[in-house]
């Protein structure tokens, strides 16, 4: 082993080189790990808001209330003919 350690005049061998690029590789790695993760986010990753066209219905259904468009007496009756329909009750097959 002292032979690897140790080139010819004394001084460091080839495995000199081992270490920086075994930092490199760990750095790189953790580069490319946060890239598909984290950083993945600003092109529309896992994270990104679904498109408007793919809501549900009982979605839609509360931001219009929530907006002021229908009032509490139509939203209540509207959430339960979707709920009948796309909701818990078990709706048409």
Do not use: C, K
Request: glycine share 18%.
């Amino acid at each position: 082993m002292q032979t690897l350690a140790h080139f010819g005049d004394g001084g460091p061998g080839p495995w000199i080189l081992f270490f920086p690029l075994l930092w490199a590789l760990v750095i790189g790695g953790g580069i490319v790990l946060l890239r598909r993760t984290v950083w993945r986010d600003r092109r529309g990753g896992p994270w990104r808001q679904p498109p408007a066209g793919s809501d549900s219905p009982i979605a839609v259904l509360g931001r219009r209330f929530a907006s002021g468009e229908i009032d509490e007496d139509e939203y209540w009756r509207r959430l339960s003919v979707l709920n009948e329909e796309f909701g818990r009750g078990g709706g048409a097959v």
